[in-house]
């Protein structure tokens, strides 16, 4: 495994205006933790969920959540190691490819 995958989900807990009928930002973050686990299981990673609207203390965090803002993205917006994988409704098809290319072994 390349080093340990670490998952942010940045959004709102207003559910963005394209999105209606989609599942919220923090639901998104806890879906993608247990799907994540089921797929690879006791491999070690992380998803954190990042409030866009809240004040960041981590300069990364505080980029990313301000492009995602100015930039009208639909949330949430799934980023890793700096890259946004996903936005809106995420596919976790793509999450798992990530995954797999960082050397994690579905079960």
């Given at each position: 495994?390349e080093k340990e995958a670490k ?51 981590e300069a990364e965090m505080k ?13 949430p917006v799934i980023v890793i ?27």
């Amino acid at each position: 495994m390349e080093k340990e995958a670490k998952i942010f989900v940045y959004g709102s807990s207003n559910i963005c205006a394209s999105c209606v009928g989609s599942p919220s930002s923090k639901e998104t973050e806890e879906w993608l933790r247990a799907a994540i686990g089921r797929k690879f299981p006791e491999q070690p990673f992380q998803v954190e969920y990042v409030d866009i609207f809240a004040p960041q203390e981590e300069a990364e965090m505080k980029r990313m959540a301000t492009m995602i803002v100015e930039e009208d993205y639909m949330y949430p917006v799934i980023v890793i190691d700096g890259n946004v994988i996903a936005e809106g409704n995420p596919r976790l098809k793509d999450i798992y490819a990530m995954m797999t290319d960082r050397g994690y072994q579905p079960a």
